[in-house]
């Protein structure tokens, strides 16, 4: 196990000046988190946990090149096997490193909804244009061998990892907490000064669930899915988000606005609360709509993955 004070290191994947995919930074004890750059190949938050006789990894992001420089950095830090990683949701920003790890030994373990739904639903998460290329990258992903349905405790020897399902974000996530470090790895189910996607959210369960892991989780270091470590009240100022965006829907609908004409009414409203949080441009207007969707009860949302 790696001891020592925290520490951050700054990772790119050639010498040829751009900004890092990601940065690695010690959080506690042989506990890592790979803190990503919103502009480069790395997508989403990952991290990893050194233990007694392994290492688990959590998440692996949107391209096997960072996992790969992320899977050289473990192995700069120890020589013990990767035995685990845990996919926090199925998007694929968080999984398309998969195959890199799996090629290492480890054992791929997510909630069941994560293995119904990796290779089908992230269609729609491809940027367009949708070529047969993407299509067929989405069709090949590395599937989590083991699947679990509300918790499942994995070991490194001693040290403990409990993985815990929360309804929110896609209704497949899962949350990885270390206790022994007291740190815990949220995936999307919170985003610091980040705007979420809502594409396959139910808000509503998400923000009880944020209430539950507030409860569950104090005193303790938060790595969110996307933005920098947080802390409690980070996850108290995004829990607010969500409520502003549901109020906010609910006011223009019960006074008949809908479409495009409800997303401008809420949009200067929110730019002015949220606007300088990452990705209000991409997903502050769909998010909108999508909560709209949801409240009107017409919201499309991945199927229940059969048992």
Not at 149 to 175: A, C, E
Not at 191 to 198: C, D, F, I, S, T
Not at 252 to 258: D, H, L, R
């Amino acid at each position: 196990m790696i001891r020592g004070s925290a520490a951050v290191l700054l990772l790119a994947l050639s010498a040829s000046g751009a900004a890092p995919d990601f940065r690695l930074q010690q959080i506690g004890d042989g506990v890592w988190a790979a803190i990503v750059n919103d502009e480069g190949l790395a997508g989403g938050n990952a991290g990893f946990v050194i233990g007694d006789d392994g290492v688990a990894v959590i998440d692996t992001f949107q391209d096997p090149r960072p996992a790969q420089a992320m899977l050289d950095e473990i192995r700069k830090l120890t020589p013990l096997p990767i035995r685990f990683v845990v996919n926090t949701h199925y998007h694929l920003d968080h999984v398309n490193g998969n195959d890199v790890f799996a090629a290492a030994g480890a054992t791929i373990v997510a909630h069941r909804a994560v293995r119904a739904w990796m290779r089908t639903e992230n269609i729609k998460m491809l940027d367009p244009p949708v070529t047969p290329e993407k299509k067929a990258r989405v069709q090949s992903l590395t599937l989590p061998a083991l699947v679990y349905d509300s918790h499942i405790d994995l070991y490194l020897g001693s040290r403990r990892i409990d993985v815990q399902y929360y309804p929110g974000h896609t209704g497949g996530d899962s949350v990885v907490w270390i206790p022994e470090a007291h740190v815990v790895f949220c995936g999307d189910m919170l985003w610091k000064q980040h705007v979420p996607n809502l594409i396959d959210a139910s808000t509503g369960a998400w923000i009880e669930s944020l209430r539950a892991m507030r409860l569950a989780y104090e005193p303790a270091a938060w790595i969110p899915g996307h933005g920098d470590p947080a802390n409690s009240q980070d996850v108290v100022t995004f829990q607010k988000y969500l409520e502003d965006l549901r109020a906010g829907v609910r006011r223009e609908q019960a006074a008949g606005k809908s479409g495009d004409a409800l997303v401008q009414a809420l949009l200067p409203g929110l730019k002015s609360s949220y606007g300088q949080w990452g990705f209000f441009a991409d997903y502050a207007g769909a998010g909108v709509e999508q909560t709209a969707r949801e409240l009107s009860g017409t919201k499309r949302l991945p199927p229940t993955p059969e048992r």
